[in-house]
């Protein structure tokens, strides 16, 4: 009688833990179907939620949207290519272009403009001697131009045997430099001169010579800083 009513409780006992097991297969296998259906409604918008999306969408602003992008960018496209080409500062160094700029000025360089033209006799120009890109830039004046020749006698320069007339203010020439004789310049090469002859250091010195346009980094056209020179080069 006694075995048999233990036999009998742990029976119970057993199939009721298998009920309880089965119960909570039955729950995880639920949860899962109906997480998988969630992710799969998330991931998978109905064809009417699509619908109402595009109808929700006001199509008639999309011209106007366009036209705005399209000003945007050709506004970022004139900006950049103004900066690029005619907005690159550079410092001038020392005062050999006294009184037109003077030491610590910052102008703007016209970048763009001798792709258009060649440079000209006058024109203020920026560059780096014999290309060394480790230098300062230096700026000064356009004085004779390619395939021209030039000689200083007695304070004066001479183009071509015709003494050249000048227009800006300079200074004596004290010192004549590598050009003790008349020089023949080559078919891409400029002579330049600072209108402060006294204290410039150009196309009489060695260490600077005959500018070639592809030293040339642009034109001198514009003076920013300080207030006081603030406005266009004088030429």
């Not at 009513?5 to 057993?14: C, D, L, M, V, Y």
């Not at 090469?189 to 600072?194: H, I, K, Q, R, T």
């Amino acid at each position: 009688m006694k075995k048999s009513s233990i036999r009998g409780n742990f029976t119970g006992r057993e199939n009721a833990r298998k009920r309880t097991a089965k119960k909570r297969r039955k729950q995880r296998e639920a949860k899962r179907r109906k997480l998988l259906r969630q992710q799969k409604r998330m991931q998978q918008p109905t064809k009417k939620k699509v619908v109402k999306l595009l109808r929700s969408i006001d199509w008639s602003l999309i011209p106007v949207i366009g036209k705005w992008i399209f000003q945007i960018a050709l506004t970022i496209l004139i900006a950049f290519v103004c900066v690029w080409y005619f907005g690159q500062r550079v410092s001038v160094v020392g005062d050999s272009m006294k009184p037109v700029l003077e030491n610590g000025d910052i102008v703007l360089a016209n970048r763009i403009v001798y792709n258009a033209s060649k440079p000209k006799r006058g024109d203020v120009i920026i560059f780096k001697p014999k290309g060394n890109e480790n230098s300062h830039y230096y700026i000064k004046r356009i004085i004779a131009l390619p395939g021209e020749s030039v000689e200083i006698v007695e304070n004066s320069v001479y183009i071509n045997g015709e003494k050249l007339q000048e227009d800006y203010e300079t200074s004596k020439i004290d010192d004549v430099g590598i050009v003790n004789e008349k020089i023949k310049l080559g078919s891409d090469e400029y002579f330049v001169l600072g209108d402060d002859r006294q204290n410039s250091e150009d196309s009489r010195n060695a260490n600077v010579g005959n500018v070639k346009y592809s030293y040339i980094y642009g034109k001198a056209w514009f003076v920013i800083s300080p207030k006081t020179h603030f406005g266009f080069v004088k030429e």
